[in-house]
């Protein structure tokens, strides 16, 4: 349930923004290289953000409060406390006027405006959401975004108008064409774009879809045991482990004891636990943290960058590398360095 702008967690989101709500860098570089147009990355210094490009030369001068990577063209700018978008200039195209703003998805951005909640397009143009009282909503995912109600979970589709009406206790973004729906009194299942019920609710937790398996977990004893299904519900990776994230590139995270490890789609452990937080495998590489820094690690669980740099938050997830490039905390200054470790922008601010 990621990307989900709630009502009532304003704070988190405040948190997360920098982390969660933005967009995918390699998506970003392939529409770069394709449109021969910059591909751009955001930097501080002296208290000012502005852009590098990916040989580390500023291309946008440090001029803002805050801002967020570039996605779809557009990228989040902060001015005197609000937010709006730039182009690849630095120039305003959508002014600043909302409290909070995300990255483009699908060529919707969600905002905040004079306390209301909805997306704006690529113009600037508002989209209020059709109803009043709503908890929280999500960025699109394969063209639906979530929306939670009082009376419950449904989905919208681009035009904000209802694909799905409200009728799950709670819900998240489709993945691979299915999602994860909670309905009351039966747990967490899956669900295709027409609502047929593809795999039936009896978890207490479900993830999302990712190389064709999802993560799931059931109470037992009072703790959490996850394991792993695929898409037709089948259990392919018994319930066992204490968490678990989704796979990426063939490997997926999971705890034992209180330590991440990795293991493959037979559910062998080929990375044993021995991680105090981890991000999932990303172009080869996998941030994982030892001590108190943080390092990469290859498929082996050999180290190709060594630990050395901070964690930025503990209740954020680890960067991981994308279009080639990671960003890394040296307490409270970042910077990106590329896969051989190699400081594309030293840590600044």
Avoid at 81 to 104: E, H, K, M, N
Avoid at 157 to 174: H, K, L, R, V
Wanted: with cysteine; aromatic share 14%; net charge negative.
């Amino acid at each position: 349930m990621k990307k989900r702008i709630s009502g009532i967690a304003v704070v988190a989101w405040i948190i997360a923004a920098g982390c969660l709500f933005l967009p995918q860098r390699a998506a970003n570089l392939l529409a770069a290289n394709a449109a021969s147009t910059p591909y751009l990355l955001p930097v501080e210094s002296n208290g000012r953000f502005g852009y590098i490009n990916a040989q580390g030369q500023v291309i946008i001068q440090p001029q803002f409060d805050d801002a967020h990577d570039f996605s779809e063209g557009l990228a989040a700018g902060n001015q005197a406390d609000y937010w709006g978008y730039i182009d690849y200039t630095g120039r305003f195209v959508i002014p600043a006027q909302y409290i909070l703003a995300t990255s483009f998805v699908g060529g919707r951005a969600q905002v905040i405006h004079d306390d209301k909640f909805g997306w704006i397009d690529k113009t600037g143009r508002f989209i209020r959401l059709p109803f009043d009282n709503e908890i929280s909503f999500s960025s699109l995912s394969e063209g639906l975004a979530v929306v939670v109600l009082g009376t419950g979970a449904g989905y919208v589709d681009a035009t904000a108008n209802y694909a799905i009406p409200p009728q799950f206790e709670d819900a998240s973004d489709f993945h691979e064409g299915l999602a994860a729906v909670r309905f009351q009194k039966y747990g967490w299942g899956y669900i295709d774009k027409a609502v047929k019920v593809v795999i039936q609710p009896k978890y207490d937790g479900a993830g999302d879809f990712s190389e064709g398996l999802a993560p799931v977990y059931v109470f037992e004893n009072g703790t959490e045991k996850w394991g792993f299904i695929n898409k037709t519900g089948k259990l392919v990776i018994p319930l066992q482990y204490d968490d678990a994230q989704s796979f990426t590139e063939g490997l997926a995270a999971v705890t034992v004891d209180g330590k991440w490890g990795f293991i493959d789609k037979t559910g062998k452990i080929v990375i044993q636990p021995q991680y105090h937080l981890v991000a999932q495998f990303s172009e080869g590489l996998a941030a994982v943290e030892v001590g108190v820094k943080v390092g990469y690690i290859d498929p082996n669980g050999k180290f190709v960058i060594q630990p050395q740099y901070d964690v930025e938050n503990v209740l954020l997830p680890l960067e991981s590398f994308d279009a080639g490039f990671a960003k890394v905390w040296l307490g409270d200054k970042f910077g990106y360095i590329d896969k051989t470790g190699k400081y594309v922008w030293e840590p600044s601010k």
